[in-house]
């Protein structure tokens, strides 16, 4: 249940590193809070959470939780709304699977992931678990558009204490990859509804006979309605030509997705290219894979577990990868490649990192090597193969000196593709698939065939004002060079480019935006700042995922350090922690040797911002002071150099917490606006800075060996108090 009625301020509960960073803060945050009068409150959207609170009839009373998710929904439409929301797990296929047996074996008695439901009941349960797979989360919570940025502390901070990048050379064999035609970008359609409608989506076969797809899609009027697909056979035939290519040039074979926050279409595409990879061994054993329950779509590691007892099989696996290219690894110690697990290699993440390490990426002889990036649809791709002909041709980024691309992004009411999951759809048969209005209308038509996968995506007319309005805002306070990443060519952007122009017209400052394809904008945001001046990239959905990412990892070398605010439409606020997401390597490494090096930096800012909103809305005084003398401790630990360190032994995530939590008390004890609070945290104060060494000395002592959290995805709360608050005389300070 919630445990507290109306919070001021909701924290999020999560997964993986962020969710272990807060057994050690959230006691901090709650303890500094209450001291002026704050509530904080928690609410749960965790995998584990959300898949016991999809089935409570399954659970005794004490198992089962609230639905926080459905709650939280809610909340983020009101005014009232103030969200900090810590990276949660988009779980793809095999996550999922994972955290319901982690849960079934604590003695949860949950059904099992229904790979072939055949029954009613069983189609209910596929459903149920559906629902929470991929990203569940964000398009529920994210009802404003985002505005992400490096505070001005953290992107100084950066450019005086520059990264280490990668060296990029003009010869790097590194290239993008993407298909030239039956991908969504060539195959889209888009159009404007004059009035408000509702939808039905059809495939009429060869045959005549009609399949209803999906009934009862409405949009209000003025939204922007798109359709594509992808062709199977263009997407196989696409991957068969690159697998040879990259062979031919002797580099790493890498494929990016996004399989998680594009649950439905990603996931299929992954699978294409694990059996292109495999296509021998499909040929030939099709049947018997068939028959072993092998979904090609849930990657090589769930592949090869399914046929371990198969020796034939098996053996022409390995004669099959003998004559692939290398493949770009996930944990080149452990065997991981990149087809292993769809959510691995997640494109945001991962085509930054690659660039800033000069274009590498790493191999299976545990070394660094020039990659083939496949990127199959050609809708954004261009970004990341500009940005490598640009490092080719102009050498590594220098983040001392380099400016900064913020971004603002449509992402409201699950605008474009966050919201195309119960739209999007493999195709079973040979036909036409026609999207139609209830007065007959035939908005969209294409012929398709069996195994294309065809979506539909929307954006609404208020997100898209909302949006330009908040460019035009954010334009305004910085002065900066601003670019809408739109594409005239482009089906879906030619209607956005209708609404955006207008509106800038009539507010008189279209002379300060220009807007450009996502390939030239790339090349002139990478201009900009590498001249050290500024811009805004004003983007669609997927182009803010991406970019919040690219430029981050590029600049201040993760985007864990992004303010990511996002302006609920009704006056709420959420406040994102960093733009990165819940780290899985970090907690490996808490369980091998009990060092944590996620950074809270995105924690300690949103908790800032949050606070200032909660002064402002509700003209809370307290609240002020204790949000400026959380930004002030920020600025500490920057100034100071407390950031976690990456190897064991030295100061970790916990040790940056004792010290957010020092020089939070120490700014508030200065302060003289309110004197009451000042003497309230005085002794705080003094008993942190007296203690450092013992405190300190005590966080270092627990480093070094195994940590039991006694569960990945559902860890016992006692076990992860123990692990992240080793520190009883931090504890006996703090309360
Ligand atoms: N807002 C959200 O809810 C988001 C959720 N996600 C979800 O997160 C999971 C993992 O996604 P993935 O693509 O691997 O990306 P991550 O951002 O989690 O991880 C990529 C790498 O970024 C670095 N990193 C990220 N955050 C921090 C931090 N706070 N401190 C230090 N380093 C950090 C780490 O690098 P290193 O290992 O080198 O230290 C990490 O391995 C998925 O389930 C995904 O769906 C992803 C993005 C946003
Ligand atoms: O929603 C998701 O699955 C991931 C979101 C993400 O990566 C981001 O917001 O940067
Ligand atoms: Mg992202």
């Known amino acids: 249940m919630a445990d507290t009625p109306n919070p001021d301020i909701i924290y ?111 189609k209910d349960v596929r459903a149920r678990y559906d629902a929470i797979k991929g990203s569940a989360v964000n398009p529920v919570l994210r009802e404003g558009n985002s505005d992400r940025r490096a505070a001005a502390a953290v992107k100084s901070f950066a450019q005086n204490n520059p990264h280490r990048m990668g060296d990029w050379s ?20 888009s159009a404007t509804l004059a009035d408000a409608a509702t939808a039905k989506i059809v495939l009429t076969g060869a045959d005549g006979a009609e399949t209803v797809l999906k009934d009862g899609v409405s949009y209000p009027a003025g939204t922007v309605v798109d359709a594509t697909y992808m062709s199977a056979a263009a997407l196989d035939s696409f991957l068969a030509d690159e697998i040879e290519k990259t062979k031919a040039e002797g580099v790493l074979f890498s494929l990016h997705l996004k399989a998680t926050m ?46 371990s007892d198969k020796p034939e099989i098996l053996a022409a696996i390995e004669a099959v990868r003998a004559e692939r290219p290398p493949m770009y690894m996930v944990d080149s110690d452990r065997g991981i490649t990149n087809l292993h697990v769809p959510s691995d290699v997640i494109i945001d993440a991962s085509m930054p990192a690659l660039i800033r390490s000069g274009g590498k990426g790493w191999g299976p002889d545990n070394k660094e090597h020039d990659a083939v990036c496949v990127i199959p649809d050609d809708s954004y791709a261009p970004v990341y193969d500009e940005a490598i002909k640009f490092f080719k041709e102009n050498g590594k980024l220098d983040p001392a000196t380099a400016g900064t691309v913020q971004n603002i992004g449509l992402m409201a009411q699950k605008a474009e593709e966050y919201g195309s999951h119960p739209t999007t759809f493999e195709i079973p048969a040979d036909g036409t698939v026609r999207m139609e209005l209830d007065d007959g209308t035939v908005l969209h038509e294409h012929a398709v065939q069996a195994g294309d996968i065809w979506r539909s995506a929307s954006a609404r007319k208020a997100p898209i004002e909302d949006w330009v309005n908040l460019a035009i805002e954010r334009q305004k306070a910085t002065g900066f060079r601003a670019i809408f990443w739109l594409d005239e060519t482009r089906a879906h952007d030619a209607e956005l480019i209708k609404y955006v122009r207008p509106l800038l017209e009539a507010k008189g400052v279209a002379d300060k935006f220009e807007i450009m394809a996502p390939r030239e904008a790339t090349r002139a945001s990478l201009e900009t700042i590498t001249r050290g001046e500024n811009t805004i990239a004003i983007t669609g959905n997927v182009l803010r995922d991406y970019l919040t990412d690219l430029f981050p990892i590029l600049e201040l070398a993760t985007s864990a350090k992004m303010l990511s605010i996002v302006k609920l439409m009704n006056g709420g606020g959420l406040f994102e922690t960093g733009a990165g997401g819940s780290a899985p390597k970090h907690v490996q490494q808490l369980q091998s040797e009990n060092h944590l090096r996620w950074d809270s930096l995105g924690e300690f800012c949103a908790l800032g911002e949050s606070l200032k909103f ?69 002794p705080m104060a003094k008993a942190l800075a007296e203690n450092e060494a013992k405190i300190t000395g005590e966080l270092a002592a627990a480093q070094g060996k195994p940590a039991d959290i006694g569960g990945y995805y559902h860890p016992d709360p006692e076990k992860l108090a123990a692990v992240m608050r080793p520190s009883a005389t931090l504890n006996g300070i703090i309360g």
């Not at 003009?170 to 359609?189: C, I, L």
């Not at 996931?267 to 290219?273: D, V």
């Open 170 to 189: 003009s010869d790097s064999k590194t290239r993008v990859a993407s298909m030239n035609g039956g991908d969504f970008r060539s195959n889209e359609t």
């Open 12 to 122: 999020t509960k999560v997964d993986e590193a962020p969710e272990l960073a807060s057994a050690s803060l959230l006691p901090i945050i709650e303890n500094f809070a209450s001291a002026a009068g704050i509530t904080v409150g928690t609410r749960n959207i965790s995998l584990a959470g959300r898949i016991l609170a999809a089935f409570p009839e399954c659970l005794t009373e004490a198992q089962r939780v609230n639905d926080d998710l459905a709650d939280l929904g809610e909340l983020v439409k009101s005014p009232d709304a103030n969200v900090i929301k810590l990276p949660n797990i988009s779980a793809s296929g095999p996550q999922l699977e994972a955290a319901i047996r982690e849960l079934q074996e604590q003695g949860h008695a949950l059904p099992d992931y229904p790979s072939d439901p055949a029954t009613d009941a069983e």
């Open 614 to 682: 909660l002064a402002e809305v509700h003209d809370n005084a307290r609240a002020r002071i204790l949000g400026e003398a959380a930004e002030k401790a920020t600025q500490g630990i920057l100034d100071n150099g407390r950031s976690p360190s990456r190897k064991v032994g030295e100061p970790d995530n916990r040790d940056s917490h004792y010290w957010f939590a020092r020089y939070w008390a120490e700014a508030l004890a200065a302060q003289t606006d309110n004197p009451t609070l000042a003497e309230e945290f005085a």
């Open 262 to 307: 594009m649950k439905v279409s990603d996931p299929i595409i992954f699978g294409h290219a694990v059996k292109q990879w495999l296509k021998p061994v499909f040929d030939k054993f099709g049947a018997e894979l068939d028959a072993a329950g092998v979904n090609p779509n849930a990657g090589l590691g769930a592949l090869l577990e399914r046929v």
